[in-house]
């Protein structure tokens, strides 16, 4: 059940490629196309366009093939034509997914990053990313709203013997008012990326930023750490352990926060999310340590079942979510059968994405307000 | 003068890449190599000797030329040669000086990065990044020590309609002791470079958590944000106009730091330096603005004469520094006509660099422990 769960989160991340494309194949392509709001300062390219589509141009006069990774399944990606100046360019052949993709250029069979774009940590590695601008995307803007802070710590780890790095979120106002404490929200990223995906990919700051202007959602503390994920070869299943990385978030990282932070430091004013593989380990920590965290979140990261639970008491909230092109009768079936075992838990279900950032962006929207009530 | 001067800056940051190697061309190279400590996850190449060769590989079997922009100046870089398993690969002809190095690649005529290194916002671009371990890095090294944040805000900017990012170093056990209140140094990366240049490239945290446990320095917060540099297009240094920054930072984000977080707010408590183009940002806004700040420091930035100092009560400090291989004469100079004027000026040449980020992480080494005494 276990190996399972994981080989399919690990397929469906790898598969997430094959995923993040709409439906439709129009030929109709209008010609508004602009530069991605990722780009790297002053670059024309990438470009989007109003329906979706995506068109590359990358200088390279003397390469022989040029392909980029984003393109309908299957098919290899898009590849590039060589133009009169010496560019190569191309425009996807389907209209992509709204919200973030990763992507990388394949130049004469070397793998390169799009100088034209900035880079976010994913797939093990540093890749191009580019936006194709949601129709909801307002909750997720940066906007003229008090903002609060995406703190940089360093802890101590002596069970790994490093130093490790975790990415702290503190509410507008924190700090100003000295008596006043906060929940705290720990929250992980996927397979292949790391402790800077939730607020580089993610927007969780500026997600949190708006929903506590309007009034959603209760002020709390994110924590964003390493995940220990990338360790885990493909295949490698059988050697998958949760143990490390549970004792670095509970035994280490949790009372650093608390020692260093204004936190509320009882299991009420605990949560724990994660997004696919991260979803994956929140799952098996949460039951480990019901004693840590109260209210669990998975994010295209799997499902509790009823048995799970061993005190229902313990558990405030049960939050499952996933893209539309992903399962979310399994999310919705999952959620069902806790309801109908008393347990109170939300599923969400995110229109027209898969197993990819929007999903994750408008999951957090959605869990947020539901939290520390 | 003022133009004079801004020229040179940026010609020199334009030279960094023919300024950067040691004097040794020696061709008895070690085979000692290792990866640099600046690689991706898991990324074998580029690697560093113990002499200062770098030596590079990259996976491009259908590729026609390989060149990577570090090398020998006026030569072009170091070629690379096609291996027989389709790879490139390819040693410095050099040794390089200590410390850090943008590069990029050019693979048939365009310009990309080494998949194998990380990125680091210079040039205008995220550009590669190695490391040649300098001799002393010890002073730089994440230890396990007490560590400040570094904290990414967001402050609103009316004069720009601009809501603007600045990166805040908060020293260890800010906060905790509720009425302490710390200095501030205003601290300016260099043209090409970001907000992010200080805390990536710089290590500017990690320098005053080694300088603040090892008690040399008083514990202050170090703000660092865009300086606006990268406007400023070369050739057109004739519509240079500090106004618009210097508004940004005295009028907007000054007071933003003053009222969010536990500073001292008399001129007496402030600082403002700069590398490069930052320094020479830091001397025409110290000196519209000595109402402001008390402590000067140019790293590689330019020189004050004694008749830019109007009234010398209002100067604690003026702290002027370069690598050994740029022009540390004309700063000696500098600081000789200071002292003679009565002002407290301190020289600091680093010994073989050139205009890079070991020269001026060791002259914040230097400066830090002569602020705010």
């Known amino acids: 059940m276990k190996k399972k769960l994981f080989l399919k989160l690990v397929l469906l991340f790898i598969l997430a490629g094959d995923m993040c ?4 194949t129009s030929k109709n392509i209008i010609e508004d196309f602009k530069p991605s709001e990722l780009n790297q300062p002053g670059k024309e390219y990438p470009q989007v366009n109003s329906q979706g589509y995506a068109r590359f141009r990358v200088d390279v006069p003397g390469a022989d093939s040029v392909r980029v990774s984003l393109g309908l399944g299957g098919r290899g990606g898009t590849k590039l034509e060589k133009m009169e100046d010496g560019s190569w360019m191309g425009t996807t052949e389907g209209a992509m997914d709204e919200g973030f993709h990763y992507y990388h250029l394949t130049i004469d069979g070397g793998m390169f990053n799009d100088p034209g774009a900035m880079n976010f940590f994913g797939s093990l590695r540093w890749e191009s990313g580019i936006e194709i ?14 903002h609060g802070k995406v703190e940089q710590i360093l802890f101590p780890s002596e069970s790994t013997k490093t130093i490790r790095r975790a990415f702290v979120y503190t509410p507008p106002g ?11 929200l720990y929250l992980q990223h996927g397979w292949g990326e790391d402790e800077t995906a939730w607020a580089n990919q993610g927007h969780a700051n500026l997600i949190m930023d708006n929903l506590i202007a309007e009034g959603k959602s209760k002020s709390f503390i994110i924590v964003m750490t390493y995940g220990m994920t990338n360790e885990t070869k493909i295949g490698g299943l059988k050697s998958f352990d949760i143990t490390p990385f549970q004792t670095v978030l509970v035994d280490e990282l949790i009372p650093y926060i608390d020692a260093n932070f204004k936190t509320l430091d009882e299991p009420e004013s605990r949560a724990m999310a994660g997004l696919s593989m991260g979803g994956f380990e929140t799952r098996l920590i949460t039951l480990n340590k019901p004693e840590v965290f109260s209210y669990y979140a998975l994010l295209s990261g799997g499902v509790y079942v009823p048995d799970d639970i061993k005190d229902k008491s313990t558990v405030k909230l049960i939050f499952e979510s996933c893209g539309s092109r992903e399962n979310p009768e399994r999310v919705n079936n999952s959620v069902k059968s806790l309801k109908d075992a008393g347990i109170n838990a939300v599923s969400y279900v995110s229109e027209n994405t898969g197993h990819e950032f929007l999903t994750w962006r408008r999951s957090l929207k959605e869990l947020a307000p539901k939290l520390f009530k």
């Open 21 to 24: 494309f709409a439906q439709t």
């Open 133 to 146: 601008p949601a129709h909801d995307r307002n909750f997720f803007a940066l906007k003229d709203v008090p």
């Open 174 to 184: 924190y700090g100003i008012n000295q008596s006043e404490r906060y929940p705290v």
